[in-house]
Antibody, heavy 119, light 107 residues
Framework: EVQLVESGGGLVQPGGSLRLSCTTS????????MIWVRQAPGKGLEWVAS????????NYVDSVRGRFTISRDNARSSMYLEMNSLRADDTAVYYC????????????WGQGTLVTVSS | DIQMTQSPSSLSASVGDRVTITCRAS??????LSWYQQKPGRAPKLLIY???GLETGVPSRFSGSGSGTDFTLTISNLQPEDFATYYC??????????FGGGTKVEI
């Protein structure tokens, strides 16, 4: 059974940092693009970042580029999102997801972890 | 950046109805279009990939069509469990994915 489990969310002050983790099981992690998607309270879905199978390619939405860093550890079947200089508009549920078919779609999602940026 | 526009933003329907949701891309995305269903407090669920491919386990009352810039999700014989919010997503510009604004299907 494919499973993706996020952790690391919580309350952080503006300007602070947080590291999200995504632990996976039930599939061959190294063969998939992996991504982070977020959803602000009451809003729609927003792609945040993607990482290629071997970690050689990383891409970010403009609003987080330079502040967030995506990484993966294929030996641990895990993915991470290092978030720095957090702002109030980063408040959202962050989902870890698997992206097959060359990263063109998303077939499995984690349950999400809430990040709240507030003083 | 490719923009995705869904319509309507919400609709009211009854059990047994046929429902159609549209998604328009700001440029040609060929067939790289997916549809998701999301219920409150839950992660999205993939319904359709590559514009018309039915994901494994998804009921056949869900169907997708379109190519280029205009796409449609159709739910035939709407069931109580289908009341949810639906999102389209383009994968042409992968890995930079973009989603539509969502369509809430209400009773």
């Amino acid at each position: 059974e494919v499973q993706l489990v996020e952790s690391g969310g919580g309350l952080v002050q503006p300007g602070g940092s947080l590291r999200l983790s995504c632990t996976t099981s039930g599939f061959t992690f190294i063969t998939y693009w992996m991504i982070w998607v977020r959803q602000a309270p009451g809003k729609g879905l927003e792609w945040v970042a993607s990482i290629k199978q071997d970690g050689s390619e990383k891409n970010y939405v403009d609003s987080v580029r330079g502040r967030f860093t995506i990484s993966r550890d294929n030996a641990r079947s895990s993915m991470y999102l290092e978030m720095n200089s957090l702002r109030a508009d980063d408040t959202a549920v962050y989902y870890c997801a698997r992206a097959p078919r060359g990263g063109t779609t998303i077939d499995f999602w984690g349950q999400g972890t809430l990040v709240t940026v507030s003083s | 950046d490719i923009q995705m526009t869904q319509s309507p933003s919400s609709l009211s329907a009854s059990v047994g109805d046929r429902v159609t949701i549209t998604c328009r891309a700001s440029q040609n995305i060929k067939g790289y279009l997916s549809w998701y269903q999301q219920k409150p407090g839950r992660a999205p669920k993939l319904l359709i990939y590559a514009a018309s491919g039915l994901e494994t386990g998804v009921p056949s009352r869900f169907s997708g069509s379109g190519s280029g810039t205009d796409f449609t999700l159709t739910i035939s014989n709407l069931q109580p469990e289908d009341f949810a919010t639906y999102y389209c997503q383009q994968g042409y510009d992968t890995p930079a994915l973009t989603f539509g604004g969502g369509t809430k299907v209400e009773i």
